[in-house]
Structures are given as structure tokens and as C-alpha cells.
């Protein structure tokens, strides 16, 4: 019989040859790397620190952020809406919100974004009327669809499409026995959908809303080819002047970043809430001590 | 609204696509009465039980629930859908308790109970509370209305879910196998719980695999097999004395 040797001896983890080129060929690629971004003079830090709380920039930066918001709000909105319509027993009604989806997935948002800033070609005028009677107002299209208004509208609209997918799928992972309970107690569809199912739908939509949230704060770029004085063509403003393309690129993307670490740290933070081993136990949940549960029950 | 509690069918069929799976049900179950229904699994027990709340359609034959057609209201005709108000209100009359209990996860036990009244029925919040309050001591789990269910043991978990059938003001109650899910230990709690209630003279139809449940307390006993009623009778009588070979083949492998 051998003595078994009970001594707390540290465990030690594996590591491979691999694991040491890789350190080394990764610190040096990262160190070249930061030695010619930091000498290259074409990079003009300089510049970039000049212009990073520059004033266009900054309003720039917040119009980034109200369409962000706006478009994801309004988007999430008309995206429920077509969730329930998609779900919906009455075929054209289904129909029609997968129609729509498939259509506003199916195409790039930077077309839908250009298609709106020119949809006066289609509809010069918009016609809001009371039908059968004289009330009724035009209104010029070219006027309405303004470049922030374009570009509201197409972010809006296509997020919707991305947001009823998401928030379907949210309804969808709600257990069929949830429902029939639901049912069996004669619940109306309205408050089946307010009280069972987007409460449970929850854990699995927010976290995918926060995704959206942070590719959308990117997306909005794409409506400086409409004109909208967002960061990006804030930036492009300013090195049409002054011809320093680089640098306030280098500052557009700078904000880009800050922003999305900012808000990856609360979409992390909802994740880890909403997990799913987390998700059986509301946050409301007290914490309980079960002193004789067999004593009560009995 | 008549008070009423009884169940009849005449030549119910169901098929789910290609698939029969209900022929030619007839069922009579008087108010009061506690019915068991028992057979082998894919016999078709639980979609007699689930065609009486309206969670599957039938596709033919007659279907009365409280004297009244269910889901659907006659004409010369045809038999043509109730809208979706009418039907829940029929739904209302009779309570289902699931083999997995399934209580709303995102409720305490208190509000799952109090969900039926105040959701659906529009009733009073303090007087719902109240009842739910006694609802929960009726089921042995007084004290438990504010953890959630996934804090409930299964058989305390089922328990609740009777409550909240119950909070409905039922005429009938409908058990899916409610102990199919649960470890033997908790079994009995959740049966002393119906027992309980088939002596407050509630309509009850169970469909069970607990014999001895059926032998206890249920009045008559019906015995399914491949989408047919094979036997029917007094309880004690279809368990002693089976007269078809088929009961007396699937009891001698379960008792």
C-alpha cells in the first residue's frame, strides 16, 4: 500500500507550446502595431484631440443619440405590434406582418434610407382626409420628408421588422402549457398577451433589445448619405474644410466606441439578469427561508 | 345561467390529422359525481378531458358542458363556433389542473390564485386577496402566497394550482394527471387535497393512473383504450370485476 500524501499541493493548469507563441507573436504584432500608429505623423493625434469636443462634433454625437433612441423606440413599438399581428389567427392580418418583415429584412437599410428621402417622387403630395367628405388636408412630401425625417422613418421602419422578429421569438419560447392554463381560466387574448406571455416573453427579448440598441447606435451612420448632420457626417463636415480625413474619422470612431462600451456594460449586466438559469426566479422573488414547510402543509 | 355541473357526449370523434383519436365517446357524468377516467397511455384520456375545457375542438358528435353545447351553439343547420367572449365564459365554469401544474412563473403563488377573479372575472381586488388567502389554507399552505412557484415543491406547486382553479367558482374540475409529475412522496398531499373536494360534492373528472385514488373516491370509472371507451361502471365494480378482457389485462399489469 502506497501512503497517500494528503499535502495541499497546487494544481496546475495545462499549457501548451501553442499558448507561448501565441503570447509572443501576439505581443509583438500589438507592439508594432502601437508603435506605428503612435509615430506616424499622418495620424495627427492633434488634430484628433483638438476636434474630439469639438461643438459640431458633440452636436453631431447628440443627434446620433436621439435617433438612436427615437428609432428604437418608435421601432420596438411597431415592432410588437407586428409580433401580435404575426402571431394573429386571422390569416391576412399574419400575412401582412410577414409581408412586411420580409420586405424591410430583405432590403438594405441604406437603400430604404434613400428610398425614403425620394419617396416624394412616388407620392408628391400626402392626402390626409375623412373619406366621403371635404375635410382633408395635403401636405408636400418634399417639405415632410425632411433628411431628419427620412432618416427617422427608415431607421424606424426597418428596425421594427428586426425588433418583431426578435420579440416573436420571445412569445414563441413562452411554454404551450402556460397558454392553456391561461386559457382554461378564460382569459381574453389581450390580457393572456399583457399578463402571461410578454412578462415571460421578457428575459429572452431584452436581452437581444440591448444588441439592437448597440447596432443601432452604428447603423445611424449610414443616414449621413441623406445629409442628417449626425457624428459621422459631423466629422465629414469638417474634413471637407479642412481636409484632415483621417483624423476626424479617427474621432467619429473614437465616439463610436466610447458609446457602445458604455452601453455594452448594462447590456451585459441584463444578460447576466435575464439569464436563462436566473430566469425562473423574478427579481422580486424574496429570498424565503423554508423553516417546516411539511409542519404548514400538513 | 343554470347551476349545473354535469357532462354529456354523444359520439364524440376527434382526429388529429390522419390520426383518430377519439371514437364515438358518449359520456354521462351527473353533478356531483367524481369520474375517473384510467387507461394506457395515446388511449385518448386526456383529450376527452381537454375537448370538455375547450383546449381541442371536437369533430363530431354532441358535446354538453353545464347543459349547455360547448363552444359551439346549434342551428338547423350546423353547429357554427361560439366567439371567443362566449367561450371563455364557458371556460370559466370549468376548472382544469394540469399534469405540470403550470402556474404563471412570473406570479406568487397568492396572485396566480387571485389571477382567474381579477384577470378575467373583474372581481374585487380585497375581496379576491381574501378568498385567495382562504383558498391557499384550504390547500394545506397557508403562509405560502408570496413565494413564486419555482420556490414550491411539485406536489405544493399543484396544490396551488388547484387554489387557483378553484378561485373560479367552478362547476367542474378537470385533473390531468395531477400526480403523474410528481415524486411519490408528494403524491398523497396533492390526492388528500382532492379527496377533500370530492366530498364538498364538486363535479370531478380525473383522469389517473393512482388506483387506488379510483377506488377511494371516484364514483365511476371509465376505461379508454386506442380512442374507444371499453368499459365503464360503479368504480369498485369495474376494479374487481372487470368484464371486458381488455380492462382485465391493462389492471392486472397496473394493480
Known sequence: ?298 | MSNDGTILARKIGKSFGPKTVLKDIDLEIASGEICCIIGPSGSGKSTVLRCINGLETVDSGVLKVNGEDFGYYETDTAYHALPPKKLAEQRTRVGMVFQSFNLFPNMTAHENIMSGPVLVKRADKKQSAKRAHELLASVGLAGFGDYYPAQLSGGQQQRVAIARSLAMDPEIMLFDEPTSALDPEKVGEVLAVMKQLAKKGMTMVVVTHEMGFAREVADSLIFMDDGYVIERGDAREVLTNPKEPRTQAFLEQVL
Open chain 1, 1 to 298: 500500500m502506497n501512503a497517500i500524501d494528503p499535502a495541499l499541493k497546487p494544481r496546475l493548469r495545462r499549457r501548451s507550446t501553442f499558448e507561448f507563441v501565441a503570447w509572443v507573436v501576439c505581443s509583438l504584432l500589438a507592439l508594432g502595431i502601437l508603435i506605428s500608429v503612435s509615430t506616424n505623423p499622418n495620424f495627427k493625434w492633434g488634430v484628433v484631440a483638438q476636434y474630439f469636443t469639438h461643438e459640431t462634433i458633440l452636436r453631431g454625437l447628440m443627434l446620433t443619440i436621439f435617433l438612436t433612441i427615437a428609432s428604437m423606440a418608435l421601432g420596438t413599438l411597431l415592432g410588437l405590434a407586428l409580433a401580435i399581428m404575426r402571431g394573429s389567427s386571422i390569416k391576412p392580418i399574419a400575412a401582412t406582418a410577414g409581408v412586411y418583415i420580409t420586405i424591410f429584412r430583405g432590403t438594405p437599410v441604406l437603400v430604404q434610407l434613400i428610398f425614403w428621402f425620394n419617396v416624394a417622387a412616388l407620392y408628391p403630395n400626402l392626402a390626409i382626409g375623412i373619406p366621403f367628405t371635404d375635410i382633408s388636408t395635403a401636405i408636400d412630401m418634399n417639405a415632410l420628408m425632411a433628411p431628419i425625417t427620412a432618416a427617422l422613418v427608415g431607421l424606424t421602419l426597418n428596425e421594427a421588422a428586426y425588433m418583431a422578429e426578435i420579440i416573436r421569438g420571445g412569445f414563441s419560447a413562452v411554454g404551450k402549457g402556460q397558454i392553456e392554463a391561461a386559457d382554461s381560466l378564460g382569459m381574453s387574448g389581450w390580457t393572456k398577451m399583457r399578463k402571461v406571455i410578454i412578462p415571460q416573453a421578457m428575459p429572452s427579448i431584452i436581452p437581444a433589445t440591448g444588441n439592437q440598441v448597440i447596432g443601432m447606435f452604428k447603423e445611424t451612420s449610414l443616414v449621413s448619405v441623406l445629409g442628417v448632420a449626425e457624428l459621422l457626417q459631423s466629422a465629414q463636415l469638417i474634413y471637407a474644410r479642412t481636409y484632415e480625413t483621417i483624423p476626424l474619422l479617427i474621432v467619429a470612431s473614437l465616439w463610436y466606441l466610447v458609446m457602445t462600451l458604455l452601453l455594452s456594460y448594462p447590456q451585459s449586466k441584463l444578460e447576466q439578469k435575464y439569464s436563462r438559469t436566473t430566469s425562473r426566479l423574478p427579481r422580486k422573488a424574496k429570498p424565503v427561508v423554508l423553516t417546516d414547510p411539511e409542519g404548514i402543509a400538513r
